[in-house]
């Protein structure tokens, strides 16, 4: 797999994570409009955006890669 593929990869999985962290919200408000308990469902919604962050920290070094690749071409 190269370079540009592995971006696009990193990049899809950032969206998929980010609409998790939509989905994960509305489950939270939904939670507590019901007056059910939201320790678990905060805790996922902290793991998604943790996982985020380290996604975008693994994208932004992958561009950093690419572009370090085309300044040596």
């Given at each position: 797999?190269?370079?540009?593929?592995?971006?696009?990869?990193?990049?899809?999985?950032?969206?998929?994570?980010?609409?998790?962290?939509?989905?994960?919200s509305?489950?939270?408000?939904?939670?507590?409009?019901?007056?059910?308990?939201?320790?678990?469902?905060?805790?996922?919604?902290?793991?998604?955006?943790?996982?985020?962050?380290?996604?975008r920290?693994?994208?932004?070094r992958?561009?950093?890669?690419?572009?370090?690749?085309?300044?040596?071409?």
């Amino acid at each position: 797999m190269g370079m540009r593929e592995d971006v696009e990869r990193v990049e899809q999985h950032i969206r998929e994570i980010e609409q998790r962290i939509e989905r994960q919200s509305a489950v939270i408000t939904q939670a507590e409009e019901n007056g059910l308990p939201t320790e678990g469902p905060r805790n996922f919604l902290w793991f998604l955006k943790e996982t985020l962050s380290l996604s975008r920290d693994h994208l932004a070094r992958l561009l950093a890669d690419e572009f370090r690749a085309g300044d040596s071409r």
